[in-house]
């Protein structure tokens, strides 16, 4: 009896502890990711000269076994905003399985090959965002820890760049579509002949997160006359105001890591920013490294028409990452 009561005591007083370190633990921001003409060059050809050359569809036969292909894909949304960018993925077929047939690999695992995949993210003018890359296991079961919804896969995020410098995390298929040909056809066809549809989710583990900076009085926000947001002056529906904020990532032009962002040009944070209010986005008019600083960003944005009186929540979003949420009055 009392040593179930000194166990109980320390449960008790080791109880908060293990909460706190359990809401300090890092979320991951959930990325869906669309694809378009998504076409699978498979079977490599014996003769080089006969690759890329045939600019119409081609069918080809499956290899049993030890094939390689390359994808290739256009990303148009990342969770639903339209994007840019280029999606590839070097694959080799094993065809892993407990109970294999002739030709198959026996394995305890059941999948389909290893893969390597590559994702440049742009915005619609071209400039870029982000990189993303990741290797794994194709097929079978989604790996435990992936997001709800994968179909596939256990592939792991191995680092990204611009937006996404050093992340880490998982990446699955949630909805299979594309074509498979020859590596005889001719890629620069691959939107004319076209390809499948296809929708993968990355759980990304940012290195680093936009939040908004929080002074002494509260969150670091002001009117376009640079009087602070208060209780007293709160902000106004339909407003444009100015918040300070840290963890926007890279710029243009570029600064070393550390460095203090330039007077003249102005550094243009590259990512792409929003603000939002009780849920609500609100698009960055101006998004710059503060001069002088090294990680403190002015971002200049317009409160929404319908937001309503009272306290609204505010969170900063950079490349889809989303910061801590602040409170600001508004009237």
């Known amino acids: 009896m009392k040593r ?49 050359r045939n600019p119409g569809i081609v069918t080809t036969t499956p290899s049993l ?20 960018g280029v999606y590839v993925s070097e694959f080799q077929q094993l065809r892993f399985t407990p109970t294999p047939n002739p030709g198959l690999a026996i394995s305890d695992v059941t999948r389909a090959g290893v893969v390597r995949v590559s994702i440049e993210i742009l915005h619609l003018d071209g400039s870029q965002i982000a990189g993303i890359y990741a290797t794994g296991l194709v ?76 002074g002494a009085n509260g969150p670091v926000v002001f009117h376009n006359d640079y009087s602070p947001v208060t209780a007293a002056s709160p902000a106004h529906a339909g407003e444009t105001l100015i918040l300070y904020a840290k963890g926007l990532g890279p710029t243009t032009p570029s600064v070393n890591a550390g460095d203090r962002f330039p007077d003249q040009p102005l550094a243009i944070a590259t990512s792409p920013i929003e603000v939002l209010l009780n849920g609500k986005s609100s698009p960055a ?47």
């Open 4 to 52: 179930a009561t000194t166990l109980a005591r320390y449960f008790a007083s080791t109880l908060g502890v293990v909460c706190m370190a359990a809401r300090a633990q890092e979320l991951p921001t959930i990325l869906l990711v669309d694809t378009e003409n998504w076409v699978n060059y498979g079977n490599p050809v014996l003769d080089p000269l006969q690759l890329a």
């Open 65 to 84: 076994n030890f094939g390689t292909s390359v994808v290739l894909a256009d990303v148009t949304a990342i969770n639903g905003r339209a994007a840019k």
């Open 139 to 214: 097929a079978g079961t989604p790996a435990p820890g992936s997001p709800l919804g994968s179909m596939t896969d256990s592939i792991a995020i191995v680092g990204g760049t611009g937006a996404f410098l050093g992340a880490r995390g998982t990446f699955n298929n949630v909805q299979a579509g594309g074509r498979v040909t020859s590596q005889i056809e001719d890629p620069a066809m691959r939107r004319v002949n076209g390809g499948g549809r296809r929708r993968d989710v990355i759980q990304l583990f940012p290195m680093f997160r936009p939040e908004v900076l929080v």
């Open 285 to 331: 008019i101006n998004q710059i490294g503060v001069p002088g600083t090294s990680d403190t960003y002015r971002v200049d944005f317009r409160i929404p028409d319908d937001t309503p009186a009272g306290t609204a929540n505010m969170q900063i979003a950079a490349a889809w990452v989303t910061g801590t949420a602040v409170r600001i009055p508004v009237r």
